[in-house]
């Protein structure tokens, strides 16, 4: 069941940041996170980089990373500011 999981959101994950990539070439940070998770995919084949601490919290910083730039782009955190602003007043 993990192991579903995990390949569900590795592909989940590579699927939705191509689809970004395509629609803003220019936004290099997709690019980037996906080359870096592709290398740790690679590195995996040979070591178990996910079991070390330092690794597995890299893993899901990059997961994160991806999640806060794609709300950014849509303007998610945009809206999500603008809202904080509008009750301060």
């Known amino acids: 069941m993990g192991l579903l999981f995990f390949v569900y959101l590795l592909g989940k994950f590579f699927w939705l940041n191509f689809k970004a990539y395509l629609k803003n070439k220019n936004n290099l940070l997709n690019l980037t996170l996906a080359l870096v ?6 590195h995996g084949l040979v070591d178990v980089p996910y079991f070390k601490n330092d690794l597995s919290v890299l893993f899901w910083l990059i997961i994160g990373l ?4 794609k709300n950014i782009n ?4 945009a809206e999500l500011v603008e809202g904080a602003a ?3 007043r």
């Open 66 to 69: 991806y999640t806060i730039n």
């Open 86 to 88: 509008l009750e301060k």
């Open 37 to 42: 998770i592709i290398q740790l995919i690679i």
């Open 74 to 77: 849509n303007g998610g955190m």
